[in-house]
Nanobody, 129 residues
Framework: QVQLVESGGRLVQAGGSLRLSCADS????????MGWFRQAPGKEREFVAA????????YYADSVKGRFTISRDNAKNTVYLQMNSLKPEDTAVYYC??????????????????????WGQGTQVTVSS
């Protein structure tokens, strides 16, 4: 069973940095591709970044490319999202999600919300201008 818990969200000024963490209490973390999504008020949940089970592939939304970095530590059952040069438009609830690695075929898979079976409860990131 996968149980995901995000942490690290808070209020930060524009231009600042945050690192989000997502820990899995299960025993099969390395069997899953991991993704970060975000949802701003009144908007749909959108893809932010994803990483394959062995960190061999990483994907980013155009809006965060060059500013955000996704990484994972399978020994610690944790995935991270390092966010630099934050902008007010990055304000959202950030969710991590897990998808069985064998279901992820091609880059399009990592962007698709319906590929992810497990979701965390979210952590709020607020960027002030």
């Amino acid at each position: 069973q996968v149980q995901l818990v995000e942490s690290g969200g808070r209020l930060v000024q524009a231009g600042g940095s945050l690192r989000l963490s997502c820990a899995d209490s299960g025993r099969a973390f390395s069997s899953y591709a991991m993704g970060w999504f975000r949802q701003a008020p009144g908007k749909e949940r959108e893809f932010v970044a994803a990483i394959s089970w062995n960190s061999g592939d990483r994907y980013y939304a155009d809006s965060v490319k060059g500013r955000f970095t996704i990484s994972r530590d399978n020994a610690k059952n944790t995935v991270y999202l390092q966010m630099n040069s934050l902008k007010p438009e990055d304000t959202a609830v950030y969710y991590c999600a897990a998808a069985l690695a064998f279901r992820m075929y091609g880059s399009d898979s990592y962007w698709a919300r319906d590929k992810y079976e497990y979701w965390g409860q979210g952590t709020q990131v607020t960027v002030s201008s």
